[in-house]
């Protein structure tokens, strides 16, 4: 986005109070990027850069959050976020099924994230579960809120890219654990069947979310309310948001089916952390390359080459400039220095069992949940179930750390 176009925004979008510096800064920082990028790698990369960028816009602007939603129901009942939630898990389904089944989309070859279902994956998805409510966010969550300004969740990031790494240092013990093979319902299936499979599912928990608020208010919340910010219409609603919590939904289905047919496998976040945890081990001396995780061929060039070429890690570092990008066209980028001790302990605490957990379930809130999911992936539903019940645990862990058990979910979606 250039100044040209920050100016020619209509008067309603800049009495909103957009945050022209932050915001110029993000748009040279993608538009640099990306250029780089494009010369180092290739066009495709670039694309994925921006890609990357299109998400945490959208995370941002819809407050789109996986934790708080969870954290909402758990403690109140109230089941907006997980109906979002399931609505974006059907779109995705409807769009990726046919393709993987296909095994192409326009030529580009895509495959979909499928795992096996055993103690790594119930053990991971339970300990992500308990660090995405004490550290304050998930892998997507913990992204945009660091782009959007939040110092505490830079705490969260940096323990979540440690336990990433001392997850993928113990990744070979519990890969020989217990486990069954993947199961592609796709495969075993077909399409038609595996999605009637997965529609019903998605309807059946957004119906019992439903019958649940019912039962415990009378009745299901309004549409969560708009920020009186400003009477934003138009493309100025669209640039600087707020966005109903919906439009993210069909959103970032969209977005992450964008993400198979230019990568060729749907969008992950935390297997990034491994890389960038693991490359700052080898700058501190320890001999992460002897480590089994990065044997294989593939892993070995990530970790001895350069971030720039691994899709990853470029639509990673995209997320966060876009949500700040977000952050600054809503007047919303405003850091805080000031974090509380106990707060600070729960960052750091919950971060290191995200990235240790994210790295045991073979994926986080993203590419086991949502990726896995719109993959057909049996071990997505299992991640699921194990993520929601550590997500129990978590949010009665909260109190400890002096953190918040909201009954609505927060605007900034963590």
Not at 66 to 76: H, K, L, N, Q
Not at 144 to 171: D, E, N, P, Q, W
Request: glycine share 14%.
């Amino acid at each position: 986005m250039s100044a040209t176009t920050l100016t020619a925004l209509p008067a309603v979008a800049r009495a909103g109070g957009i945050q022209r510096p932050a915001a110029l800064g993000a748009a040279a920082l993608l538009a640099l990027g990306a250029l780089g990028i494009g010369q180092a790698v290739g066009s495709r990369q670039a694309a994925l850069y921006l890609l990357g960028a299109a998400l945490g816009l959208v995370l941002y602007h819809a407050a789109f959050g996986f934790t708080s939603a969870w954290r909402v129901f758990i403690a109140d009942r109230r089941g907006e976020g997980l109906r979002a939630q399931m609505a974006m898990l059907a779109i995705a389904v409807l769009l990726f099924f046919p393709a993987l089944a296909a095994g192409q989309f326009f030529g580009q070859p895509v495959a979909g994230n499928v795992s096996p279902i055993g103690v790594s994956l119930l053990v991971g998805a339970f300990l992500f579960g308990i660090g995405m409510q004490i550290g304050g966010g998930c892998a997507s969550g913990t992204l945009y809120t660091v782009g959007g300004g939040s110092v505490r969740m830079l705490l969260t990031l940096a323990a979540f890219i440690a336990g990433s790494a001392i997850g993928a240092a113990h990744f070979h013990w519990w890969q020989a654990q217990w486990h069954l093979a993947p199961v592609s319902l796709v495969k075993a299936w077909g399409v038609g069947p595996a999605l009637a499979a997965n529609l019903a599912l998605f309807g059946l928990i957004a119906g019992g979310t439903l019958w649940l608020e019912r039962r415990r208010h009378g009745a299901a919340a309004p549409a969560r309310p708009v920020p009186p910010l400003a009477p934003r219409q138009g493309l100025a609603r669209l640039l600087c948001g707020p966005w109903p919590v919906l439009a993210g939904a069909v959103a970032l289905a969209l977005l992450n089916f964008a993400t198979l047919a230019l990568a060729g496998k749907p969008w992950g976040i935390t297997s990034a952390f491994a890389l960038w945890g693991s490359k700052a081990a080898l700058a501190l001396g320890i001999d992460a390359a002897a480590w089994p995780y990065w044997q294989a061929p593939a892993a070995r060039a990530a970790l001895e080459g350069s971030v720039l070429r691994d899709v990853t890690s470029v639509m990673d570092v995209g997320i966060v400039l876009g949500a700040l990008l977000a952050a600054a066209l809503a007047g919303r980028f405003s850091p805080g220095l000031r974090v509380p001790l106990r707060s600070a302990l729960a960052a750091v605490i919950g971060g290191l069992m995200l990235g240790y957990g994210a790295r045991l379930a073979y994926g986080c809130n993203i590419g086991a949940y949502f990726s896995g999911i719109a993959s057909g992936s049996l071990h997505g539903w299992v991640w699921m179930a194990m993520a929601f019940a550590g997500s129990v645990i978590g949010t009665r862990l909260r109190p400890l750390f002096g953190l918040e058990v909201e009954r609505t979910p927060r605007q900034t979606g963590c």
